[in-house]
C-alpha cells in the first residue's frame, strides 16, 4: 500500500450536530475516523466488508456502513453517530424501546441497529412489520433472534424529532 | 416453597443496557491505553508440516517492527489446553492446521505489520494430511500429535441391559446414519484482547474473555507468574456462545507474552477472517443409530455409534462428548443401550464449546429417528414420544433414576402439541407429499413462439409449496455435571446509603446474567433492582467460580448469589430482632426499599435508613455467598451414574413451507416449549429462546462452515450465512416452570435448549411436508433438491 504517498486532505463535515473541520488521509475508512481519531467507539466493526452492519452510521439522513465509506467522501456531510441521537441527556424513544422490550443482549449489533431503525423512521414514520425487517436486514444480530428489535422498533413508530 | 414474587419472573430492564444503547458500553476493542502497540499474527500455508526454520531476515530491520515473539519467548509451558496440553501457543514444532500461528510481530502501525507478515519465510517439511475424522483412526493415517500415540482423543463407552436380547424382542429393526457439519460461532465481536504489563503488580489483562479464570490460569502457566499476579478483567463481550474461552485465552497468552518483553501495552485484535480461520467450531458428528421396537412403538434396544471430528486440539472435546454420550438416546427410556462415542484429531479446525455443547448432534438424530418409527408404525409423532418418553422415576441410559424435580417431560410435549394443533396439522400435512414436482408440458417448442405462456402452462403454486410441521423433544442435564468441579461465588456490599455492590465468580457473555443476579437480590433484600450496581469482573475480586458454560450462570451463579442475600439477610434480621425488641414469631419484611415488622406498622425503615443504622451498631454489610453443586459419580468404563444433579425438558414444534422447485425451506412459526425452572428474569427468559431459535434454524438450514483442506471456505458472513431479520417466521415461547430443589427457587437453565430442539425440529417438519427424510445437516437447497451437498473443487467461488 502506498498510503505514505497519499496526501492529506481537509474536510468538512458536521457530525452529531456539530461543525467540524479536520485533516485526514482521504483514503482512511470512516469507521476508523470515528473510532481512532475522535475517540467515537459506538460505531462498532464485526467484519470489514459491509456484510454485518455493526458499523452503521447515518450520512446524509441514509444509514450507511461506516467500513465502506472513505474520509474524503464525508465532504459536506451531515452524519450522525450512536453518541448522537440522545438529545440532551434524553435518550431517543428509539433506546428507550430497546431497553424496554428486551432487544438488547450483547449489545453489539446494538448501536448499528439503532441507526439503520433511525434512518428508516426518518423517510417512514409508520413502517410496517416487513419494513422494518427489511430496513434491519443488513444488520446481523447473533443473540437476539431480531424479534425483540422489531417489537422495539414498531414501539417507536410515529415518532418524529428534529 | 416460595410462591409469591416481588421481582422474580418479572420483565426486568438490563442493568448494563442504557450503555449499550449509547454506545458507552466498552468492549474489548474500544479500550485504549497511551503507547499501546499492535500485534498481529504470522501464519504459513502449511496444513499439516514440520517446521523446520522460521527467517525473520526479510522483515526484522524494518522500522514499523519494535520486536517479535515466538515460541523461544515463552518461559512457561509452550502448549496449553483446557483438559490436554496439546495446543502451543505459537507452534514450533509443527503445524496442524491453516489456523496455526508461528509467531506475532509487534509494532504500532497494524495495517504495516499485516503486510509485513507475509515477509517472514517459514521452512517447512510438509506431512501428509488428515481431514476425514472416519480414517483418523486407520493405521496408515498420520498422527497429529505423535505424543499421544493415537489420533483417539477420547471413547465414552455406555452399556446398559443386554442390546443382543433387546434387538432379538423387538418386531423391527431400523438403522440410519446421520451427519452434522462444522458451525461457527459467529458472536459479532471478533476476538480482541490487550496486555498491561504491571511490573512488579504482574499483568492486567482486558478482553473479550468469556471465562477469566480459565484465561488466568493459561496465562499464569505461559508466563510463569503465580496466579495472583495475573489479573484478568472481563470488557463487554460481544457475544460468546461457547466461543471466547480457549482462544481467548492463548491470546491473553500472546499479549502477555508481549507485553512483558516489550514493557507496554499491546493489543491484538482479529478481522473477521482471522477470527473464522483459527477460532474453534462445532463438532461435525457422524452419527450411527440402530433401534429395535415393537409393533407396539416400544423401544426395547438402541444402539449408538457416534464419532465426533475434534479437529486439530482437543480442546473440550471430552465434555462435549461426554455429553452426548449421556443424552444420545434422547429422553427415552430404554432397558437396552449400547454406545460408543469417540472423538478423533484430524487436521480441521479444532472444535469445542458452542452452545449446545454435543446436544444439537445427537438430538437431530435421534429425534430424526423418533419420527421415521412412528411413520412406519403408523402412528403420529407425539404417539411415539408418549409411549417411551421419560416419566417422574423413570431410568435414564446411565442408570440415574429421575425423581428429585419435576419430570415435565410429557408436560412440555402435551402443551406444545395443543398449542400448535400438532396432530391434526401433521396427519393433514402426510396427505399432501406423494405428488410429484409438477412440471410444465410445453406443447410446441417454447422459443419458437413469443414467451408468454399461456395459461395451462402456469404451475399452482399449492402444488409447489408444501407445508410441514415436526416437533422434536430433549431432556438436558443443567450445568456441568461431572464434567468438572462445579461451585460458584459470589460478593454482596450493602453501601450505608442503602445501594449495593454484587459481583458473582461467572462472567456475563451478553446474555444478561447480571440482570438475573440484581433480581435475586431484589428479591431478598428488597433493594431495587437499579440500586445494585454489578462490579466490573476481574478475576482479583472474586473467588475462583469456575468456567461459564453449560448454561450454569443461573443454576450455579444464581446459587451463590442468593446465598450471599440470604446471608444478609438473616444478619439483619438478627440485628433487628434485638433492635427492635421483636419476639420469635415476629415476621421482618424487605421489599421495596423498606424493612418492615408484619403487623406493626410503626417498626418501619426505608432500606437507606436501615442500611445506615445497621452500619452505625457495627454490622458487617458485606458477604460472599457459595453454592457448591451436589455431588455427582460417574463411572467411565461403562457410562454409569448420576450424570447431573438436575435436568430441564423442552420441546420445539416448526412448522415450514418448503418450495419443491427450489429447494428454499421457509420458517414460519416455532413454538417452543421450555421448562427450564424458575424464570428468573421474563425479558432475558424471551430473548434467550428467541436468540436461541434463531441460532437452530441456521443450524437447521443456512450454516455450514465448509473446508478446503483444513482450510474454512467461508471466512467472513458474505460465504458464512447467518440468519438476518427476514429468515425466521414467528417464535412463540412457552414456559412450563418444574419445580426442583436446586438452584435459586428451582431456576435452572435455558439458554442451550432453546437451541438444540431447533434443527431436529425443522428436519421433522421438512419430512411431513415432503415425504423425504434428510440425513444430513443442513437441509439446505441442494440437500432438499439432490440429497447431497455442491462443493467447489478448490478455493475458488462457485460450485461444480
Ligand atoms: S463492519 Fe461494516 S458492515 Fe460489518
Ligand atoms: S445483541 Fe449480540 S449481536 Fe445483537
Redesign the interface.
Do not use: D
Given at each position: 500500500?502506498k498510503?505514505k504517498s497519499i496526501k492529506k486532505v481537509k474536510v468538512k463535515f458536521k457530525l452529531n450536530g456539530k461543525e467540524l473541520e479536520l485533516e485526514t488521509k482521504p483514503n482512511k475508512r470512516l469507521l476508523d475516523l470515528l473510532?481512532d481519531d475522535l475517540?467515537?467507539?459506538?460505531?462498532?466493526?464485526?467484519?470489514?466488508?459491509g456484510?454485518?452492519g455493526?458499523c452503521t452510521v447515518i450520512m446524509n439522513g441514509k444509514a450507511v456502513n461506516s467500513c465502506l465509506v472513505l474520509a474524503g467522501e464525508i465532504n459536506n456531510s451531515e452524519i450522525i453517530?450512536?453518541?448522537g441521537i440522545?438529545q440532551n441527556g434524553n435518550?431517543h424513544p428509539l433506546?428507550e424501546n430497546?431497553?424496554?422490550?428486551?432487544a438488547?443482549?450483547?449489545?453489539?449489533?446494538?448501536?448499528g441497529m439503532?441507526l439503520s431503525a433511525y434512518a428508516l423512521l426518518r423517510v417512514n414514520p409508520e413502517p410496517d412489520e416487513e419494513t422494518?425487517?427489511?430496513a434491519?436486514?443488513?444488520?446481523?444480530?447473533?443473540?437476539?433472534?431480531?424479534?425483540?428489535?422489531?417489537e422495539a422498533i414498531k414501539h417507536s413508530t410515529k415518532i418524529t424529532d428534529g | 416453597m416460595k410462591e409469591k414474587f416481588n421481582v422474580v419472573g418479572k420483565p426486568v430492564i438490563r442493568e448494563d443496557g442504557k450503555a449499550k444503547v449509547t454506545g458507552q458500553a466498552k468492549f474489548a476493542d474500544d479500550y485504549k491505553f497511551p503507547n499501546m502497540i499492535f500485534g498481529v499474527m504470522v501464519r504459513t500455508k502449511a496444513t499439516h508440516a514440520i517446521i523446520k526454520k522460521i527467517d525473520y531476515s526479510e522483515i526484522e530491520n524494518d522500522k514499523h517492527i519494535i520486536t517479535i515473539v515466538d515460541a523461544k519467548d515463552i518461559k512457561g509451558l509452550k502448549k496449553t489446553g483446557l483438559i490436554r496440553k496439546d495446543q502451543p501457543v505459537f507452534a514450533f514444532e509443527k503445524i496442524v492446521t491453516p489456523g496455526d500461528v508461528v509467531a506475532m510481530l509487534l509494532g504500532e502501525d497494524e495495517d504495516k505489520l499485516r503486510l509485513l507478515a507475509k515477509k517472514v519465510k517459514v521452512e517447512l517439511e510438509e506431512l501428509p494430511v488428515l481431514n476425514d475424522p472416519e480414517k483418523a483412526l486407520n493405521e496408515d493415517s498420520p498422527l497429529i500429535h505423535p505424543e499421544f500415540g493415537s489420533n483417539l482423543i477420547v471413547h465414552h463407552p455406555l452399556r446398559k441391559g443386554d442390546i443382543e436380547k433387546g434387538f432379538a424382542e423387538s418386531d423391527f429393526i431400523l438403522e440410519q446414519t446421520y451427519t452434522t457439519p462444522h458451525i461457527e460461532h459467529a458472536y459479532l465481536e471478533p476476538e480482541c484482547v490487550i496486555a498491561i504489563p504491571l511490573g512488579e503488580k504482574g499483568i492486567h489483562i482486558i478482553g473479550s474473555i468469556q471465562n477469566p479464570f480459565t484465561a488466568r490460569r493459561i496465562v499464569a502457566e505461559v508466563i510463569n507468574y503465580p496466579l495472583n499476579k495475573v489479573k484478568i478483567e472481563q470488557a463487554e463481550l460481544g457475544g460468546s456462545f461457547g466461543g471466547k474461552d480457549d482462544l481467548m485465552c492463548i491470546l491473553s497468552a500472546r499479549a502477555a507474552v508481549a507485553a512483558l518483553k516489550t514493557n507496554r501495552p499491546v493489543k491484538i485484535r482479529y478481522t473477521r477472517e482471522e477470527s473464522i480461520l483459527e477460532s474453534y467450531k462445532r463438532h461435525p458428528y457422524r452419527m450411527h443409530y440402530k433401534v429395535g421396537y415393537t409393533k407396539d412403538g416400544k423401544i426395547k434396544a438402541m444402539k449408538i455409534d457416534i464419532l465426533a471430528d475434534g479437529g486439530a486440539y482437543c480442546s473440550m472435546t471430552p465434555f462435549v462428548t461426554w455429553r452426548s454420550v449421556v443424552q444420545a438416546t434422547g429422553p427415552y427410556e430404554i432397558e437396552n443401550v449400547w454406545t460408543d462415542v469417540r472423538g478423533v484429531y484430524t487436521n480441521n479446525p479444532y472444535t469445542g464449546a458452542m452452545r449446545g455443547f454435543g446436544s444439537p448432534q445427537i438430538i437431530f438424530a435421534q429425534e430424526s429417528l423418533m419420527d421415521d418409527i412412528a411413520v412406519h408404525l403408523g402412528i403420529t409423532p407425539d404417539e411415539i414420544r408418549r409411549i417411551n418418553g421419560y416419566r417422574q422415576g423413570s431410568i435414564t441410559a446411565s442408570g440415574q433414576r429421575l425423581e428429585n424435580h419435576e419430570v415435565n417431560l410429557l408436560k412440555v410435549l402435551d402443551t406444545a402439541c395443543n398449542e400448535t394443533n400438532f396432530r391434526e396439522k401433521w396427519i393433514e400435512n402426510e396427505k399432501h407429499h406423494n405428488r410429484r414436482i409438477p412440471t410444465i408440458e410445453f406443447k410446441e417448442n417454447i422459443l419458437k413462439r413469443n414467451l408468454i405462456l399461456s395459461k395451462n402452462e402456469f404451475i399452482n403454486p399449492d402444488d409447489i409449496i408444501k407445508k410441514g410441521i415436526g416437533l422434536a423433544v430433549s431432556f438436558r442435564g443443567s450445568s456441568l455435571g461431572a464434567e468438572g468441579i462445579d461451585a460458584a461465588a459470589s460478593y454482596l456490599s450493602i453501601q450505608n446509603d442503602g445501594s449495593a455492590y454484587l459481583l458473582c465468580g461467572l462472567a456475563e457473555n451478553g446474555q444478561g446474567m447480571r440482570t438475573a443476579y440484581a433480581i435475586i437480590v431484589s428479591e431478598i433484600l428488597g433493594i431495587p433492582v437499579e440500586n445494585i450496581y454489578y462490579l466490573e469482573m476481574t478475576t482479583a475480586h472474586i473467588p475462583d467460580s469456575g468456567p461459564t458454560v453449560a448454561s450454569r450462570s443461573t443454576i450455579m451463579g444464581g446459587g451463590a448469589v442468593k446465598n450471599s442475600a440470604e446471608i444478609l439477610r438473616k444478619r439483619f434480621e438478627d440485628f433487628l430482632k434485638d433492635y427492635w425488641k421483636l419476639n420469635e414469631n415476629d415476621l421482618i419484611v424487605f421489599e421495596n426499599n423498606e424493612v418492615y415488622v408484619k403487623g406493626k406498622e410503626n417498626l418501619k425503615l426505608s432500606f437507606p435508613e436501615f442500611a445506615n443504622l445497621a452500619y452505625k451498631n457495627g454490622i458487617c454489610l458485606s458477604s460472599i455467598g457459595w453454592y457448591p453443586g451436589p455431588k455427582i459419580h460417574w463411572e467411565e468404563e461403562t457410562g454409569h451414574g448420576s450424570a447431573y444433579f438436575t435436568y430441564v425438558y423442552g420441546c420445539q414444534v416448526a412448522e415450514v413451507r418448503v418450495n419443491i422447485i427450489t429447494g428454499e425451506v421457509y420458517v414460519d412459526r416455532v413454538t417452543a416449549v421450555h421448562d427450564p425452572g424458575k424464570v428468573i428474569n421474563l425479558l432475558g427468559a424471551l430473548g434467550q429462546v428467541y436468540g436461541g431459535v434463531t441460532q437452530g434454524v441456521g443450524y437447521a438450514i443456512f450454516e455450514e462452515l465448509d473446508k478446503h483442506n483444513g482450510l474454512p471456505r467461508e471466512l467472513n458472513f458474505d460465504q458464512y450465512i447467518i440468519p438476518t431479520s427476514k429468515d425466521v417466521g414467528e417464535i412463540i415461547p412457552i414456559f412450563v416452570e418444574g419445580k426442583d430443589e436446586f438452584g435459586p427457587w428451582g431456576a435452572k437453565s435455558l439458554g442451550e435448549p432453546t437451541l438444540e430442539l431447533t434443527a431436529a425440529a425443522i428436519n421433522n417438519a421438512i419430512r411431513n411436508a415432503v415425504g423425504e427424510r434428510y440425513f444430513n445437516l443442513p437441509v439446505n437447497l441442494e440437500e432438499v433438491l439432490l440429497k447431497r451437498k455442491l462443493r467447489p473443487e478448490d478455493l475458488k467461488r462457485g460450485s461444480l
Open positions: 500500500m498510503s473510532r475517540n467515537l467507539t459506538g460505531t462498532k466493526e464485526g467484519c470489514s466488508i456484510e454485518c455493526a453517530t450512536i453518541e440522545a435518550l433506546q430497546f431497553l424496554k422490550y428486551g438488547v443482549q450483547c449489545g453489539f449489533c446494538t448501536p439503532i422494518i425487517k427489511e434491519i436486514a443488513g444488520n446481523l444480530c447473533r443473540c437476539t433472534g431480531y424479534k425483540q428489535i422489531i | -
